[in-house]
């Protein structure tokens, strides 16, 4: 089993707007826990409410704590409803730092060629 050095670790959550999937990794990033809300029991429109981004995120703490975690960065992905949900949930353990890194379009596709008639 891994460890977590110097109990801290990073919790990534990838928020879309079908699931929410939380891993948690030590500082190198080799992954520790991980879970979805699809995992969680959670089926179809249920799986992207704050509710199941909250329970999955608990499972989450739990796991954690039972490998001694006590400061986690939180790396937060994705437009889905979840992601405070998740955050307010994770702030059990103490939260060193957030960070956006929800891709963002700049120019997006190319528009279609114009039409001829």
Not at 22 to 37: C, F, R
Not at 66 to 72: C, D, E, F, Q, T
Not at 80 to 105: C, H, Q, W, Y
Request: aromatic share 6%; glycine share 10%; hydrophobic share 35%.
């Amino acid at each position: 089993m891994k460890t977590i050095y110097g109990s801290i670790g990073n919790v990534n959550i990838n928020s879309t707007f079908n699931n929410i999937i939380i891993t948690l990794s030590n500082l190198e990033g080799e992954v520790l826990a991980w879970a979805s809300a699809g995992q969680k029991g959670f089926r179809g429109a249920k799986k992207n409410t704050p509710y199941a981004a909250s329970k999955t995120a608990q499972y989450i703490v739990e796991q954690g704590k039972k490998m001694g975690l006590k400061k986690i960065n939180i790396i937060v992905k994705g437009p889905g409803s979840g992601r405070e949900a998740a955050i307010r949930t994770l702030s059990n353990l103490k939260v060193i730092r957030i960070k956006d890194m929800t891709p963002i379009p700049h120019n997006g596709c190319r528009p279609p060629k114009k039409r001829r008639i």
